[in-house]
């Protein structure tokens, strides 16, 4: 995960005080395990058209 889902997760209140410091270790990885499965989503309906996929991936700092 880079910043940008630290990003996301402060602009969706999830690290609002106390918010994500309240959660467990499981909470914090499914949390995140979500949002990467949404951006893979995003990959896999572009078809990787242009290196959009790549790009992406990128963007978010996501794994093969």
Avoid: P
Avoid at 22 to 46: G, P, Q, W
């Amino acid at each position: 995960m880079n910043n940008r889902f630290e990003d996301l997760m402060y602009q969706a209140g999830l690290t609002a005080q106390g918010c994500w410091d309240e959660m467990d270790s499981y909470d914090h990885e499914a949390i995140e395990k979500f949002a990467e499965l949404i951006v893979r989503e995003c990959i896999n309906a572009t078809g990787n058209c242009a290196g959009t996929g790549d790009m992406i991936k990128e963007h978010f700092g996501i794994e093969e």
